[in-house]
């Protein structure tokens, strides 16, 4: 299995367990569920708790929400909202990124071919009909907001949890 963390705060943000597909080699989006569990409780994609464990008692801590979010612990950031503030998160992150980038050696047409990519990604997030429909989470020990967001968009119905691909490490488990 692989974990993706966030390459500044190093937070475990997902894994491989959820369906997955990279769009225009920038990102990787995520297919998640709405599920309703025990407080603390993981279950895997495909996992199948057993009917006893669901009938188990009433009083128990219940939460609900995105499998992806509540696996990995992600936190949610209202603030981002606000199309402004978002823009500006956009604006330092890739900064950070495109730091990293060249840090690490990438070739200067590849930087430049992510921010081209990059540019009309975040432009069609900022659609004003999109965007007011997105959420925005970060992972739970990123206090000083310095990793990447998670974006979660629903498509008919179903949470698609969005992430930088390039703002992500792999780690085998």
Not at 18 to 37: A, H
Request: net charge negative; proline share 2%.
């Amino acid at each position: 299995m692989l974990i993706y963390r966030d390459i500044f705060s190093n937070d475990e943000l997902c894994s491989d367990s959820f369906p997955m597909e990279e769009v225009d080699g920038v990102v990787l989006e995520f297919r998640g569920k709405n599920v309703t569990r025990k407080e603390g409780d993981i279950v895997l994609a495909g996992a199948n708790p057993s009917a006893e464990e669901a009938d188990e008692g009433a009083d128990e801590n219940v939460v609900s929400g995105i499998d992806v979010v509540l696996n990995h612990n992600l936190v949610e950031m209202p603030v981002y909202q606000s199309a402004s503030i978002f823009k500006d998160w956009v604006k330092e992150y890739m900064k950070k990124l495109v730091d990293r980038m060249t840090a690490d050696g990438v070739e200067e047409q590849k930087i430049k071919d992510f921010k081209t990519k990059m540019q009309k990604y975040v432009a069609g997030l900022l659609q004003k009909d999109r965007f007011k429909e997105l959420q925005f989470f970060q992972g739970d020990g990123d206090s000083a907001a310095d990793g990447q967001l998670a974006i979660v968009e629903y498509r008919n119905d179903v949470p698609i949890v969005m992430f930088i691909k390039q703002g992500l490490a792999e780690e085998k488990c």
